[in-house]
């Protein structure tokens, strides 16, 4: 791994340059055929177990071959949350699964054909230096009559959390609790998510979908 460091000390910094080398740079890694040919501006090299990592998005794909910062593509306060919920997930490693807790609750909800239309909406909490971040999703279902059929609310696991996320858990919660062949209208006020949805969702397949960050996916 190699060491970076903020290029300000400001709490949202999001900028990062190359350490010159400090107690945690191990001189052998850097001399690595591998490493002089794909890393040629960094100084400082260190091991670590992959286990104890956490992969993350910069907006500079080609930083290392033409020293400049790196740049993180949310602000650290997302960047904090993911490091406080990975820690706590190593310190409690029986917590259940984002999937599980998805299976569980939409094995709970099966709507009638007669919904026709969707409220989403979630909620997200960034992390404070007493707790980790939360988010929250839920959905509303009502018939062409406009009458209440279901509704349903979940809090969901942290990991990787944002406010993006939330109201896509919310969409997808609703869309699992459809009965097969339904139609319907979702009302959001999520404009990051509608637009994204026209992005990658109600066009036709393209192979330039498969060169998107996955981030975005």
Same mark, same amino acid.
């Given at each position: 791994?190699? +060491? ?15 350490? @010159? ?7 052998? /890694? ?19 177990? /992959?286990?104890?990592?956490?992969? $993350? ?9 033409? $020293? ?17 919920? +990975? ?5 409690? @490693? !029986? ?20 919904? +026709?239309?969707?409220? !989403? ?6 992390? !404070? ?12 279902? /009502? &018939? &062409? &009559? ?22 896509? $858990? ?16 979702? $009302?959001? &006020? ?19 979908? /498969? ?7």
């Amino acid at each position: 791994m190699s +060491h970076w460091l903020p290029v300000f000390t400001l709490a949202d910094e999001r900028s990062y340059n190359h350490c @010159p080398g400090c107690s945690l740079n191990l001189p052998a /890694l850097s001399k690595k055929s591998a490493i002089k040919l794909r890393c040629n501006s960094e100084k400082c090299f260190f091991n670590v177990n /992959l286990s104890e990592t956490v992969g $993350y998005p910069t907006r500079n794909a080609k930083v290392f071959a033409t $020293y400049l910062p790196i740049t993180l593509s949310t602000s650290w306060s997302y960047a904090t949350s993911l490091a406080l919920i +990975h820690l706590s997930n190593l310190s409690s @490693p !029986t917590s259940p699964t984002t999937s599980s807790l998805l299976t569980i609750r939409i094995e709970d909800d099966v709507l009638p054909l007669s919904v +026709h239309t969707l409220y !989403t909406d979630g909620s997200f909490f960034s992390a !404070t230096d007493s707790s980790p971040p939360s988010m929250t999703s839920a959905w509303l279902a /009502l &018939d &062409d &009559d406009e009458f209440i059929l279901d509704s349903s609310s979940l809090c969901l696991p942290s990991c990787f959390s944002s406010a993006l996320r939330s109201e896509i $858990y919310a969409v997808v919660l609703g869309l699992k609790a459809l009965s097969h062949g339904s139609s319907i209208s979702i $009302y959001t &006020d999520c404009s990051q998510l509608i637009s994204l949805w026209t992005r990658f969702v109600n066009i036709p397949f393209s192979p330039k979908l /498969l060169r998107e960050p996955n981030h975005l996916l």
